[in-house]
């Protein structure tokens, strides 16, 4: 009963100020296409008692360099206004810190809004910035850089880096699609090395997938054993198959059939280093970072526990999280 009652969160019968920044690209349809609505939510917050000033980024970086600010001077919250790339170039400046992510989502796919249960509409996202909780999470890690939701290295990290040196990115999804399609039927697999747990692995792979959360592309889970607070990263091997393979592949995962394990290799790993026969790309959180090394050092993933505060919704997907780590919004002074 003790033990109950500790994990219940506690509430407060009043709003705390939090302090805050809000961050956005001015030239991002996500700023653009709802400029009224976040000024709008910006005059909500600090009637509500938020002391938060929205800040616009003029130039690549200003988003960490924002952010750095913040946790420089111990801010509260991060409102990280865009999608998951505008997120990861956040987060690298807040992991190990006590200022805590929050979303107002914008961006072409926005994965870790629909893990969490934020609503992709700003008017309704905002409320979880004054009614959510505070919880913290594990990141993972490609060498240097932090990813909060996956990351992965070959095929589609080729699609990802296509994609960014292409006017077609403008297009969204249908990019993506596009040239999916394109290097799907010609792209050549590779050979990887994998050493986890004191063990070695050696494969012919279309693509690695490590995953701190499940969804992929916010449809597909290649890693549906991955969870927010677990200390693991989950692993999945796309083995190397026919071009006809391939499309069973596909098909298999987006109607998630018990038939898709028969493509793939998965563990669950804390810390992984990879090898590979060639340079083979790299994403991150869905935007395009190194590649690996032929032949040479290896590429280390590496879950960080705990790295990362949140403020999320109070009702949470179980599936997502294996520990109650949380505490109300309205409780949490930290």
């Known amino acids: 009963m003790q033990q109950e009652m500790q994990d219940q969160p506690i509430v407060s019968s009043r709003q705390e100020q939090k302090t805050a920044i809000a961050i956005a690209n001015p030239t991002a349809g996500s700023y653009t296409q709802r400029q009224s609505q976040i000024e709008d939510t910006m005059r909500y917050l600090r009637e509500h008692g938020w002391d938060i000033e929205l800040k616009l980024t003029q130039a690549q970086g200003d988003a960490g360099k924002f952010t750095h600010e913040a946790v420089q001077q111990g801010l509260d919250v991060v409102v990280a206004i865009g999608g998951d790339g505008t997120i990861n170039e956040v987060i690298q400046e807040l992991a190990g810190s006590n200022t805590a992510l929050a979303v107002l989502p ?159 290799y998965t563990e669950m790993a804390n810390t992984i280093e990879v090898r590979t026969s060639k340079a083979v790309a790299i994403q991150v959180d869905g935007d395009p970072a190194e590649h690996t090394t032929a032949n040479g050092s290896p590429t280390v993933i590496a879950v960080v526990p705990d790295a990362l505060k949140v403020l999320v919704p109070q009702h949470l997907p179980e599936a997502l999280f294996c520990a109650h780590k ?9």
């Open 106 to 264: 914008g961006g072409t796919v926005n994965v870790w809004a629909r893990e969490t249960g934020i609503s992709l509409d700003i008017m309704e996202a905002r409320e979880v910035l004054l009614h959510g909780q505070m919880c913290r999470i594990d990141l993972g890690k490609v060498n240097e850089r932090y990813f909060l939701l996956m990351a992965t290295i070959g095929f589609d990290a080729e699609v990802t880096h296509a994609v960014e040196k292409n006017p077609v990115k403008r297009l969204g999804v249908i990019a993506y699609v596009v040239w999916g399609t394109c290097f799907g039927f010609g792209y050549r697999d590779f050979h990887a090395d994998l050493k986890s747990e004191g063990k070695n692995k050696h494969f012919h792979a279309l693509q690695l997938v490590f995953g701190n959360t499940q969804l992929y592309a916010g449809k597909i889970k290649f890693t549906e054993h991955a969870k927010f607070d677990d200390g693991k990263l989950d692993v999945c091997v796309v083995r190397s198959t026919t071009i006809l393979g391939r499309l069973g592949i596909l098909v298999d995962f987006v109607l998630r059939r018990p038939e898709r394990r028969q493509w793939v």
């Open 326 to 334: 949380t505490h109300s919004l309205t409780a949490d002074k930290a």
